[in-house]
Structures are given as structure tokens and as C-alpha cells.
């Protein structure tokens, strides 16, 4: 399971599908475009209130994943990666 959930993560970049980051995600989530906003496990306190902030009110779902900012960022092709915005309605359900 946790072997396809990070695969997905790196197909969606590959399609072009996610945005990475606090502010890419929060404009796709004010845009309504974020069809699933995950966080990484050990993305801090606040940065857990701010993506819930960018979800309140609308359709949009907010996941914390079992991958580390480490283990997020390599699979995003970056460093750390704390946030991030699947905007693919079929890539957000698998």
C-alpha cells in the first residue's frame, strides 16, 4: 500500500497533475482545482492548521500521508516536500 501511494505521488508529477509546495498548493486550493491536498507525516503543527485553512468550505480533501518530507520530496523530485495539491480527480481517488 505504502509502496503505490508514493508512486502515485510521482506519477502525478510526471503528468504534470500536482502542485508542489505551500504556495503552489494554496492557490490551487483557492482556485478550487486541489481535488486532494496531502501532507507529509512530519510536516509541523502549523503547516497542518494552514492546509486545513485552505480546504475549510469546500470540496477539497486534506490526507496526511505516512511518508517523512524526505520520502515526499524525493518521489516529488525535490529536496523536502511538506505539502502538496493533486489536482487530477483520478489520481486524487487511487
Do not use: C
Request: aromatic share 4%; no cysteine; charged share 20%.
Amino acid at each position: 500500500m505504502k509502496a503505490n501511494a508514493i508512486n502515485y505521488l510521482s506519477l502525478a508529477r510526471k503528468a504534470g497533475r500536482i502542485e508542489v509546495g505551500e504556495e503552489p498548493t494554496a492557490a490551487a486550493a483557492r482556485a478550487n482545482h486541489a481535488r486532494l491536498l496531502v501532507l507529509a507525516a512530519d510536516a509541523p503543527d502549523h503547516t497542518l492548521r494552514r492546509a486545513r485553512n485552505f480546504v475549510a468550505g469546500t470540496g477539497q480533501q486534506l490526507v496526511r500521508l505516512p511518508f517523512t518530507k524526505e520520502e515526499m520530496g524525493a518521489a516529488l523530485g525535490r529536496g523536502v516536500v511538506e505539502m502538496a495539491a493533486i489536482t487530477d480527480p483520478a489520481l486524487a481517488l487511487a
